[in-house]
């Protein structure tokens, strides 16, 4: 049986999320705790259609480790997505998982030819003469081959 504390903690109570103090399981719109379910969920452990924490799987995620459609964080996987390690159709950041560890675009025009994002200036150039083209650009903090980003 748990205690007075405890059952406040895992009960859902009327007092607002937001300003609230954190429950150990919170349930429902915007709920604070360590393991959050819901809408706009915040938490340790966060599911739902805005979840923000360490790790969060929904929709629209940020945290440290996301598991989404549009994900931003550190480790990432999802659809589109921005982080330091990603996996996903569509990202940005500086390690793609499970490719060469760069930033990847394929355009329709340049089908035969991949461009990636490096860290230095001299290395894009390198690659914009292998591609053919002139230049670099700024990509973030990366840098890509030739002048101008190709255009869908």
Not at 26 to 44: D, E, N, Y
Request: hydrophobic share 45%; with cysteine.
């Amino acid at each position: 049986m748990p205690t007075p504390a405890e059952s406040d903690l895992l009960s859902r109570s009327s007092q607002p999320a937001c300003g609230g103090r954190p429950k150990i399981l919170a349930i429902g719109i915007a709920p604070l705790g360590i393991i959050s379910i819901g809408i706009v969920p915040m938490g340790v452990v966060s599911i739902g259609v805005v979840p923000m924490g360490v790790l969060s799987i929904g929709a629209v995620a940020m945290g440290m480790i996301n598991a989404s459609v549009v994900g931003m964080g550190i480790l990432i996987a999802g659809v589109n997505v921005m982080g330091v390690w990603w996996i996903g159709m569509d990202g940005m950041g500086p390690f793609r998982l499970g490719s060469n560890g760069a930033h990847v675009h394929r355009h329709h025009e340049r089908s035969d030819k991949n461009l990636f994002a490096y860290p230095s200036r001299e290395t894009a150039l390198k690659k914009a003469k292998e591609l053919g083209c002139d230049g670099v650009h700024a990509m973030g903090t990366l840098w890509m081959p030739c002048s101008e980003h190709p255009r869908d």
